[in-house]
């Protein structure tokens, strides 16, 4: 039969059986986001749609085709968020946020693009991401990869590799330009539609077209490394001399360009051949211009953004299982005295063991019918209450997981099992 309601193409659910994967690799970035120092910022999914063709660019794919913008009722144009930097240094502006002369902001939440919903590319995809602003220096730039290698190492990430680049200053970046213009005008005849309108309009852009008959184009093109400024220079020069210390390896890609114009120096990727076209798991970089740009003092910035559904797909083909949520018990009344009983019992547990997952038995059921949904919900332990435990005021264990024999417990006792069997909290 026909499902009379299909999901938004791209946009995917997330079923219980995945969200095991997603609550273990938020949980993990979270931690080291705030062992670093970061703090959460929470902000709103929708944005004017000026806010983002001002800071992502107009001639870019996110800006020309990629974004859900629609007129509210008071005909103002809004946007559905493509990503989180605009928003974020909006809100920093706003709210005063940059009157504190240094911050380190960490975020996280679904991200809306209309493109062609493929492996690792949907309409509404996930992202954590990382704004620091108020430093100028490669040591910051440093600091988030470090961060971001981290995030790989913990969560036993395996095949990625870290590319960097960088795009130098503006000024850098105009002198570059000109030399990128004449080489593509001279190859004008066999530039597509897209890098023959970009030309003029934004030629970097160029550099990071996926249009397979452009890639020999590329390759042949000047490369910005070679025209940098001597303080974009020093900087990345500074940069690799960190991440070689502290042993992150990497390689310069001198055609990573990024799809966002409002880059600057630093540009990196980390990147897998893991997962097809859609390689790229965390993108980031420098972007000293865009604070000022959206109406914000002249205030340094970089940042970076982790894909959830790229990070999650490479450790789910590694088996990686996330958090476990399922109960550890499930208790099962027999009788018309052990359901009354049934219901306190849960709540004076939970009570008293803030960290036990306990499922109770609803809608009654024979003993069967209940071990069965106990199976189900893949709980360690069933807790058994019948009217023979009730008379006797014992408790019986039926071990769902291992092979060992049920026991009989005084009702006493169930606290020292609790304590015995139940994770340690962790602080
Ligand atoms: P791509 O080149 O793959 O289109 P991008 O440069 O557009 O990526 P960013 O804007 O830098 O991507 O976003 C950061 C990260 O967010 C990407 O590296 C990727 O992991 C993830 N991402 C971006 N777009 C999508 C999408 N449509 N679906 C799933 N993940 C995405
Ligand atoms: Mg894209």
């Not at 002198?175 to 190859?187: I, T």
């Not at 077209?209 to 042949?220: L, N, V």
């Not at 990070?311 to 208790?331: C, K, N, R, V």
């Amino acid at each position: 039969m026909a499902k009379l309601f299909q999901a938004v193409r791209g946009m995917n659910d997330a079923l219980p059986a995945d969200t095991p994967l997603w609550a273990g690799v938020e949980a993990t970035l979270r931690d080291i986001l705030v062992s670093y120092g970061y703090q959460e910022i929470r902000l709103p999914l929708v944005e004017k749609t000026e806010l983002f063709a001002r800071s992502i660019g107009t001639v870019t794919d996110i800006v020309e085709k990629e974004m859900y913008t629609f007129n509210d009722r008071n005909g103002d144009s809004l946007a559905l968020r493509p990503e989180g930097t605009a928003g974020c240094v909006r809100a920093c502006i706003e709210q005063g946020l940059l009157r504190n002369p240094m911050q380190r902001l960490w975020y996280g939440g679904p991200m809306f693009r209309h493109e062609r919903p493929q492996q690792g590319r949907y309409r509404q995809f996930h992202q954590i991401g990382v704004e620091a602003f108020g430093m100028a220096g490669p040591d910051i730039d440093a600091e988030l990869i470090c961060m971001t290698a981290r995030c790989w190492q913990r969560l036993g990430v395996q095949d990625v590799a870290l590319e960097l680049n960088s795009l130098g200053t503006r000024e850098a970046r105009a002198a570059y330009r000109e030399r990128l213009v004449g080489y593509l005008e001279s190859r004008r005849e066999d530039l597509d539609e897209d890098s023959r309108r970009r030309l003029h309009s934004n030629p970097l852009r160029v550099l990071d077209s996926k249009h397979p008959a452009m890639q020999a184009i590329i390759a042949e093109a000047p490369v910005l490394l070679d025209h940098l400024d001597l303080e974009s220079r020093q900087h990345l020069d500074r940069l690799q001399e960190f991440l070689s210390a502290v042993g992150i390896t990497y390689t310069l890609n001198t055609r990573l360009v990024r799809g966002l114009d409002y880059y600057s120096k630093t540009v990196f990727e980390w990147v897998t051949g893991r997962l097809g076209a859609q390689g790229t798991i965390c993108a980031g970089g420098r972007y000293d211009g865009l604070v000022e740009q959206l109406g914000g003092a002249e205030i340094p910035a970089v940042g970076f953004a982790i894909g959830l559904e790229r990070l999650i797909a490479l450790l789910g083909s590694d088996g990686y299982t996330g958090l476990d949520q399922s109960p550890q018990a499930y208790l099962v009344m027999v009788g018309e005295q052990a359901e009354r009983r049934g219901l306190i019992l849960a709540e004076t547990l939970r009570n008293a063991w803030p960290a036990l997952h306990l499922q109770f038995n609803c809608s009654g059921g024979s003993f069967k019918t209940q071990l069965k949904r106990a199976d189900r919900s893949r709980a360690q332990w069933a807790l058994i209450l019948g009217q023979e435990e009730i008379d006797s005021d014992t408790i019986a264990i039926k071990f769902l997981r291992e092979a060992q024999e049920q026991t009989t417990l005084p009702m006493a006792a169930l606290d020292d099992f609790l304590r015995d069997h139940l994770p340690q909290p962790t602080q």
